[in-house]
């Protein structure tokens, strides 16, 4: 039972580089999210996705772009990264289930941009 | 603008005893509370939710409790065992927004032998 499953775990980038942060759920769950850890603070929204073939802005969605063509599928697209990108990831996901409910996230992915 | 605040950024707390962690939010559009749990290097974890229509709510040794009038909520964990250890995130949504989540920024909690 893999649930929401993040690669990789570390990258590290150099300015101006572009990488894709890989994201997959395995619980058919419609929504999807990419949320970013910056030290002492917590979690913000970059993106997110509500079903396949459609995705949103989140509090901070500048530097990055998402896709979401299947429903298990969310990758996070970084084009030029920037030192202010330098941060932990997290993928997550949730079902619709009447309201509000809760998200199961992935692991990480930890960024340090040099 | 920090809609969901943990004033408190760490707690140390004995073994056996209680464990309470604190969460004030601003936004009254709030109507779903959520507590997660995170280790180092993982990802966070849910713990115990609440909806707006409850005052309490208890799941084992976790309780939250809401108080809306307030825009307070807290998290109980009786007895505190030395692998509740952890960062504890309160976080909150509301209905017809996808579920997206706002956070706090964590209370570090330390029980001790």
């Known amino acids: 039972n893999a649930g929401v499953t993040q690669t990789p775990k570390f990258r590290i980038l150099k300015i101006g580089q572009s990488m894709t942060l890989q994201c997959t759920q395995d619980m058919n769950h419609n929504y999807m999210y990419w949320y970013r850890q910056d030290p002492g603070m917590g979690l913000k929204l970059i993106y997110y996705s509500v079903g396949a073939g459609i995705t949103d802005k989140g509090e901070v969605p500048n530097g990055y772009n998402v896709s979401r063509s299947t429903t298990e599928d969310f990758p996070l697209r970084l084009e030029l990264a920037a030192p202010s990108q330098t941060s932990v990831y997290f993928c997550a996901s949730s079902y619709r289930q009447g309201g509000s409910t809760e998200a199961f996230f992935g692991q990480g992915t930890r960024l340090t941009v040099v | 603008d920090q809609q969901v605040k943990q004033n408190s950024p760490s707690l140390s707390v004995q073994e056996g005893r209680i464990s309470i962690l604190n969460c004030d939010y601003t936004?009254?559009?709030?109507?779903?509370f959520l507590w997660y749990k995170k280790y180092p290097a993982e990802g966070p974890t849910f713990l115990i939710s609440i909806s707006s229509i409850k005052d309490k709510n208890e799941d084992g040794r976790f309780t939250v409790f809401l108080n809306k009038s307030a825009k307070h909520l807290s998290l109980h964990i009786v007895p505190s065992q030395p692998g509740d250890s952890a960062v504890y995130f309160c976080?909150?949504?509301?209905?017809?927004?996808?579920?997206?989540?706002?956070f706090g920024t964590g209370t570090r909690l330390q029980v001790t032998l």
């Open positions: 936004n009254s559009m709030f109507d779903y």
């Open positions: 976080a909150a949504s509301h209905t017809g927004t996808a579920s997206k989540l706002t």
